[in-house]
């Protein structure tokens, strides 16, 4: 099933809820409603925006279709900016005046013949405007470049919703030209020359892009324009923009509220004969607990259970009434890219099968002690903390995070760029303590080992296969990378408990050296430890550590690597950090470290 045939389905699901517009109608942002009397005079002025925050906000109301615009003057029917319905924009307006007269145009033109008392009000209302009278009661500035529409006095319906008007819209739907078979439904009819303008996906333009769209030659097969290259009949088209738009408002319970990199997400359920409206909003609401777990503490736990079941074994529709088995689900990743929209992936398979890839991105993820606490992180949290400088999601390579994304969702390898990313925040001086580079360098580690054991993975030589990475401090682990990391963690601790504090620990200096080199730069460190562990001896500690460095060193065979590969250098981060989480396992190491860090705290008081 393609995208736009999904979006047409869902369009369906909207419908049977009442949450659909009407065929000719969209929803816009509308600020101000003129109430003009029955001869045309306007009344009063109503401000329909809402309060959000403290901003006020214009409310999203049904109207007629809002046209395309590109270059041209084109007025809306029945509503549309300051500039057009009244001649009067906050800018200065070097068209101000020609868009108003082709409104006023239109409008005098479709309204010749209207016989409703709204429709004649506001035929007047338009000719005995003139732009000047804006400055008088009851209009205001706070008017100037919002869309306005406009209702009878006395009446609470607005005039584009009367039945009059309606009718008017209908009888001006196109009928010129020769269907053609659709390719959304597969039925003749006529096609759509300019496709629905797509509105609310992040950094895309405000007054909306195109998902689908044939402006240039370039774009052009055989002579011909436009919706011709891809023939989607008017309803078609209207029904998957309608879906699409609906989806993407920000109080949909459709789209992932933080989006992924530069990705805004949408997803959706069918139905069908076996599954209903509330199945499908089941399978949605589990989704975006599994991609974007609550806050709450007591919600993400029992999210984590969830996950955790479905790892054992369990189906989805046993953990929940109203899940059905073989509920289609779909993904759609969409990115801004100039005045169009790319598609950063687009995903379609049976829900249960999606679950059971996020639990197992979990799984893979899962490394103990957990970074994250009881709440499972995001895909959007989890690029953040392993590749964004300084944490910020715009910097979040996008391209990337669509990979990442495909590869959860679909259950396929990781990116090696991911990898790349993760050692490359390191060594520009992410702390390795952390937990988050070392947990999405386990999964990208666990996944590769285990889709090369299930032979699904053919493009890895035999010798680079390895056992999957541990999930907490693995002490007999025969990688030598990962013992290095051990080591590395063990001196660091030597240094921090012997100095206290310092303005730059050997992690500091030496890190990203000793993961990549370990030959040229561990000799320093062994040299370095040695007066470090002679102190702690003078003062009755450190026994304990000194086992740990001899019980790592032992299991080192010289000599030392000249280098590590980047999967090597991963293996180093994660000895690295069990080692300095694990070591609180060990009661005489604990209550030594606890110490020093209350010397510590006490020295900077």
């Not at 007269?101 to 016989?115: N, R, T, V, Y």
């Not at 059971?356 to 799984?363: C, F, I, K, S, T």
Request: charged share 25%.
């Amino acid at each position: 099933m393609t995208i736009l045939q999904a979006l047409d389905r869902y369009y369906d699901r909207m419908a049977e809820r009442g949450e659909a517009e009407p065929p000719g109608f969209s929803r816009e942002k509308i600020g101000f409603a003129i109430e003009i009397a029955t001869d045309g005079t306007p009344a009063s002025v109503l401000d329909l925006r809402a309060a959000s925050g403290k901003k006020l906000v214009p409310q999203l109301l049904s109207v007629p279709a809002a046209v395309k615009r590109t270059a041209g003057i084109l007025p809306n029917l029945l509503w549309d900016k300051s500039a057009y319905v009244l001649g009067r924009t906050a800018g200065d307006g070097k068209r101000t005046s020609q868009e108003h007269d082709a409104f006023k145009a239109a409008h005098l033109q479709l309204l010749a013949s209207a016989d409703d008392p709204g429709l004649i009000a506001l035929r007047q209302f338009l000719e005995g405007w003139a732009p000047e009278r804006f400055d008088a009661p009851p209009f205001s500035p706070d008017m100037l470049d919002a869309n306005i529409v406009f209702r009878l006095a006395g009446e609470k319906s607005f005039i584009h919703q009367r039945p009059a008007a309606r009718a008017l819209l209908a009888a001006r739907t196109g009928s010129e030209g020769t269907p053609v078979p659709c390719l959304v439904t597969g039925r003749a009819s006529l096609a759509q020359r300019l496709h629905p303008t797509i509105r609310g996906v992040n950094g895309a333009q405000s007054s909306g892009a195109a998902l689908v769209s044939f402006n240039l030659d370039a774009f052009t097969s055989y002579g011909k324009e436009q919706g011709e290259n891809a023939p989607t009949s008017q309803d078609a088209a209207f029904r998957y923009g309608a879906a699409l738009n609906g989806m993407l408002e920000r109080a949909s319970r459709n789209r992932l509220s933080r989006g992924i990199g530069d990705a805004t997400v949408v997803f959706w359920a069918d139905t069908s004969q076996t599954v209903d409206e509330a199945g499908a909003r089941a399978a949605e609401d589990w989704f975006t607990a599994f991609a974007e777990p609550p806050d709450d503490a007591d919600e993400a736990r029992k999210v984590r259970e969830r996950l955790e079941q479905v790892l054992a074994g369990r189906p989805v529709e046993a953990l929940d009434a109203r899940l059905s088995r073989g509920t289609r689900f779909h993904v759609l990743g969409l990115a801004p890219n100039a005045a169009r929209l790319s598609v950063r992936y687009w995903l379609s398979d049976d829900f249960g099968a999606f679950v059971e890839r996020l639990a197992g991105h979990y799984r893979d993820l899962s490394i103990l002690p957990r970074p994250w606490g009881e709440r499972p992180p995001s895909i959007a949290w989890l690029l953040l903390k392993t590749t964004a400088m300084q944490e910020k999601y715009e910097n979040i390579p996008p391209m990337l995070a669509g990979e990442v994304a495909r590869a959860v969702l679909d259950g396929t390898r990781y990116p090696r760029a991911l990898l790349a990313a993760a050692i490359m925040r390191l060594r520009a001086g992410d702390d390795p303590a952390t937990g988050w580079h070392a947990a999405i360098i386990k999964a990208v580690l666990t996944r590769d080992a285990r889709l090369r054991r299930l032979g699904t993975d053919a493009t890895e030589s035999p010798e680079r296969a390895k056992e999957e990475p541990p999930v907490s401090l693995e002490r007999d682990n025969p990688d030598p990378a990962y013992q290095l990391g051990r080591l590395f963690a063990a001196y660091e601790t030597a240094q921090r408990m012997a100095l206290g504090k310092v303005n730059a620990t050997i992690r500091d200096r030496y890190f990203g050296a000793a993961s990549a080199t370990p030959a040229s730069v561990f000799p320093l460190l062994m040299r370095g430890v040695r007066p470090h562990l002679g102190k702690l001896r003078k003062g009755g500690k450190g026994a304990w550590l000194e086992r740990e460095i001899e019980e790592i060193t032992y299991r080192l065979q010289p000599p030392l690597p000249r280098s590590l590969p980047l999967e090597a250098q991963g293996r180093f981060v994660l000895g690295y950090y069990h080692q300095r989480k694990g070591q609180f396992a060990d009661r005489e190491a604990a209550t030594e470290i606890e110490g020093t860090d209350a010397e510590d705290t006490g020295n900077d008081e």
